[in-house]
């Protein structure tokens, strides 16, 4: 019966064994050195222009921390807040509890433009929020 079990337990192993090569970090998680290869610059960008931002009105750091939020709030952070209404949706940047609520679509605007003159398609919207938050709550 001892045997058998531990023969089991050596089966499970080998079987999940590939798993721990699979991910480079150590899991299927989100990592802050993920730009470092693709987009060096990436964090650099961001700081620089929440800074800007921050500096220039100093609301902007709780603005760009409570988009973000606004964004993870409805079915998790996928940059959905920043999408525009169309003639048969209305976006949730426009819906009603939004709606002249949240702002500093501008200032992800700058950082978008920005990191894709230093890397095309590389950094997703969903991450840029997360950044903006990120650097506007050091601020």
Request: glycine share 2%; charged share 20%.
């Amino acid at each position: 019966m001892a045997l058998s079990i531990s023969f089991l337990m050596l089966l499970i192993v080998l079987a999940l064994s590939p798993l721990c090569f699979a991910f480079p970090h150590g899991g299927p998680f989100l990592f802050p050195q993920f730009y470092d290869r693709s987009c060096p610059k990436a964090h650099e960008i961001v700081k620089s222009i929440v800074a800007k931002a921050v500096a220039k009105e100093a609301r902007m750091a709780a603005s760009l921390l409570r988009l973000h939020f606004h964004d993870c709030f409805v079915k998790g952070c996928d940059a959905s807040i920043l999408l525009d209404s169309s003639k048969t949706i209305v976006s949730e940047k426009m819906s009603v509890p939004n709606r002249n609520s949240v702002r500093g679509f501008e200032v992800i605007d700058e950082i978008k433009s920005a990191l894709e003159k230093a890397c095309p398609h590389t950094v997703s919207c969903a991450d840029i929020l997360a950044l903006a938050a990120r650097d506007s709550t050091v601020l």
